[in-house]
């Protein structure tokens, strides 16, 4: 049988990945299964490995091991349970960690309300949202969401939602660049941005105003 169909099918499935290209993930799979065949052994092995000891948080989203009934943020007596970080992803969280600025909670939707892609707000974890900030007491949602054209209407329709809770919704100030993502800000940019948050007023707010 011919190596291409697999390779076709290796590729497909690299280039789903963020940041990687159709050209980028071509690369890769001949790699892979060319001179690189250790590296494909010790893939595999790590990810089936991950797969067994990593899961999503039911609570947050975030990941965990598979030992934990919740995520060390979800649990952390050190942690304010009343400011809630919104993140597309959990990638996005340990990019907003390492500015040391920020110690409430968090909340991954996973992606963002797409109908080029057809990612409506049922198939993200805004139901979830929703029912944490009216069972936990939050006062104040971070949405940390990206800066792409998507994930500003996203945040508008979260606010939306969010509105008739009576809770302080507030996004980044300022310093992080257009059409980029929260995970490739540096630190220091992010932790500047996370402290000089502005509310986010409602489009039918801004009406009534």
Same mark, same amino acid.
């Given at each position: ?9 290796? $590729? ?7 940041? /990687? ?24 092995? $790590? ?45 996005? /969280? ?24 057809? $990612? ?68 220091? $940019? ?10 986010? /007023? ?8």
């Amino acid at each position: 049988m011919d190596a291409e169909p697999h390779l076709e099918r290796l $590729t497909a499935c690299l280039s789903r990945l963020p940041g /990687i290209g159709k050209r980028s993930a071509a690369r890769m799979a001949y790699r892979l299964m060319g001179d690189s065949r250790d590296l494909s052994r010790a893939l595999i092995d $790590t990810l089936q490995t991950a797969l067994n000891e990593v899961r999503t948080c039911p609570q947050c989203g975030c990941l965990t091991g598979a030992d934990q009934a919740l995520c060390r943020f979800c649990v952390g007596t050190d942690r304010d349970s009343h400011l809630l970080c919104v993140v597309e992803d959990p990638g996005d /969280i340990p990019a907003i960690e390492k500015t040391g600025g920020f110690r409430g909670r968090y909340h991954a939707l996973m992606g963002h309300i797409s109908p080029m892609q057809g $990612t409506s707000p049922d198939d993200l974890r805004i139901g979830a949202l929703l029912d944490r900030v009216r069972k936990e007491g939050i006062e104040e949602v971070v949405l940390a969401l990206n800066t792409h054209v998507e994930s500003d209407s996203t945040a508008i329709y979260l606010a939306e939602r969010l509105k008739p809770l009576n809770v302080r919704v507030t996004r980044p100030a300022f310093g992080l660049p257009a059409a980029s993502g929260i995970g490739y800000a540096d630190p220091l $940019t992010l932790s500047r941005a996370m402290a000089g948050r502005n509310e986010v /007023i409602p489009v039918n707010r801004r009406r009534d105003d």
